[in-house]
Each structure stands twice: as structure tokens, then as C-alpha cells.
């Protein structure tokens, strides 16, 4: 399914409303004038509101584990918004709320 390439800059959340921040873009591609990220870059979260009662949280990173298949960086898939992701060690998505809108891929 296309969807818009994520980004440096892009807003992503983990599902108990931490915030996801990219920790290595790929700074050879730009979109919008922000370095790409593909499946390999790995986010961190801060600010997980999940504390369960044993084990198992909160969120402390993300990754994304479908992205393009069609268009790849440096050999490997982007991560789009419409992609499937992780948080670790929980196995709660993370959620993309805005990205550019300008670069799209399948």
C-alpha cells in the first residue's frame, strides 16, 4: 500500500503516547529537506505512559518491519506511514502523525 516516506522530521508516537525520535536517518537521501528513514533506522521513544504491573514495559524503541516495496534507500526499503511497526518490548505499533506529503512510495 503507498504512503508518504517518513522522515527526520516526522511526528511518531508509540501507542501509549511516547515520543518517537529517529536515531539514524539515512542523510544521503533528502525529502522536504530531512534525511529518509528506512526499516534499518531505529527510533527512540521517550515519554511511554505504559507501566504495567510486571515486565513488559514501557517503550524504550521502535522499528518498522514493512515499509516500500517498490522504492528502496541504500538497498532498503523506506519507512512509509502506511508501513507496520514495533515498539520494543512491548509489540505495540508505533503511530505516524504527520510526515511530508510530497514523496510518496509503494
Same mark, same amino acid.
Given at each position: ?19 518517537? +525520535? ?63 511497526? +514495533?515498539?520494543?518490548? +512491548? ?14 512510495? +509503494?
Amino acid at each position: 500500500m503507498p504512503g508518504p516516506v517518513l522522515h527526520e522530521g516526522a511526528v511518531m508516537m508509540c501507542a501509549h503516547g511516547g515520543v518517537a +525520535t529517529p536515531v539514524a536517518p539515512v542523510p544521503t537521501v533528502l525529502v522536504s529537506g530531512m534525511p529518509v528513514l528506512t526499516i534499518a533506522s531505529p527510533c527512540a521513544i521517550a515519554g511511554c505512559a505504559f507501566i504495567p504491573p510486571a515486565g513488559n514495559g514501557p517503550c524504550i524503541t521502535g522499528m518498522w518491519i514493512v515499509g516500500s516495496m517498490f522504492v528502496l534507500c541504500n538497498g532498503l526499503p523506506l519507512a512509509i506511514m502506511s508501513g507496520v511497526s +514495533t515498539c520494543i518490548p +512491548t509489540g505495540t505499533p508505533m503511530i505516524p502523525a504527520w510526515a511530508q506529503t510530497f514523496v510518496i512510495a +509503494t
